[in-house]
């Protein structure tokens, strides 16, 4: 599921970044990309409950965004 959510959020922010000229830095994508990467490695091995105490609810979170 998440990996066509990102294909599908992928594709759409590249058609509308050429449709509408927008122009961003690839240094900037690359990061964002990266720290997404590491973020939701770190949330599948359960790194956050063991360093911080808590875990992210991505189910409670999608619940709040659908509303």
């Not at 759409?12 to 964002?32: F, H």
């Amino acid at each position: 599921m998440y990996v066509s959510l990102f294909a599908i959020g992928h594709s759409t922010t590249m058609l509308l970044g050429v449709w509408t000229g927008v122009a961003v830095s690839s240094y900037l994508i690359d990061a964002v990309t990266g720290l997404s990467m590491v973020y939701k490695a770190l949330d599948n091995l359960g790194a956050f409950q063991g360093w911080f105490g808590w875990q992210p609810d991505i189910r409670r979170e999608a619940r709040r965004c659908s509303r």
